[in-house]
């Protein structure tokens, strides 16, 4: 689990997914593939920063954004989540795509798109609005080049043999 | 964490729905929405069943179903479930929906259906099989009157006021 950073920043995409790049960069060192994952509360900044720990903790669930969800709410002391925005850099998949959405998060931000996992824009559109109670804003392609680079170098070297478990999903 | 109970039975989904509604039981006691879930190895048995904690643990993320595939997990030593069928009281929402898909169970069965926020039959079609690289079997109305009338029946009591909380999701 990442440590929770109290930081204060205006409202700045970019800058909140070059924080959650640098939790998939965390990823890397413990060997596990490279997505991260931040919770921006509107008054109190930064409450929760996570990434991926599938293969370390050997559980299906533990996304960078479940991981992320639990902190914060464990932090604000509930599970509403209605004054959070989330910035995660891989489209969610359907289980944090509906966990984004169970959390009423206010906007969801993501960096590359996922072509065969993702659940908001490109295998199926989980958080449309007109699906649940409550729907988040959604902005895709933040730090787009830089979230997809780290996982295509990340899927490279996997192939070369330089790593040695599955690809995430 | 309701315990877990080593407990090799035929094939049998009534048997296991019923185990599953034990769980939705325990949940009342705690005063959460009463849903429960337990987790069958093919050769070991049940190797975890939990109820909703939604509230308690303050967690937008601890239903039923998450908290028995964690369970699972752990008592197996490692993510991926192909071994293990999942019986849950309640269709599915999205994010369990997805956990099931990503924990490669083999089958889901589940009680009642879920109109407002159920993503196997009833709001949308998550686990179709041409979606994912990986997607259960599926049998839904196992032991359904019962498993609605609990919730019901929770419901209920929680509009004539001797509960205090807000519903599921």
Redesign the interface.
């Known amino acids: 689990m990442g440590e929770s950073v109290d930081l204060k920043q205006e409202a700045n995409p970019e800058y909140y997914m070059s924080q959650a790049l640098q939790e998939a960069n965390r990823a890397l060192e413990h060997g596990e593939v490279p997505i991260g994952c931040v919770v921006v509360h509107k008054e109190q900044g930064m409450v929760a920063r996570a990434h991926n720990w599938?293969?370390t903790w050997?559980?299906?669930?533990a996304h960078a954004e479940?991981v992320a969800?639990?902190e914060a709410?464990?932090r604000l002391?509930?599970?509403?989540?209605f004054e959070c925005d989330i910035y995660v850099t891989l489209e969610p998949?359907?289980?944090?795509?509906?966990?984004i959405?169970?959390?009423?998060f206010s906007h969801l931000y993501f960096g590359a798109r996922d072509p065969?996992?993702g659940?908001v824009v490109s295998?199926?559109e989980?958080l449309a609005p007109d699906?649940?109670?409550h729907h988040p804003d959604i902005t895709g392609g933040v730090l787009e080049y830089e979230c997809g680079k780290i996982l295509k170098d990340f899927f490279r070297s996997l192939r070369q043999g330089k790593a040695s478990f599955d690809q995430r999903?």
Chains 1, 2 share one sequence.
């Open positions: 599938r293969e050997k559980s299906p669930i479940m969800i639990e709410s464990r002391g509930g599970w509403r989540l998949c359907p289980m944090c795509a509906g966990a959405m169970l959390s009423r065969k996992g659940a295998k199926t989980l699906l649940w109670n999903s």
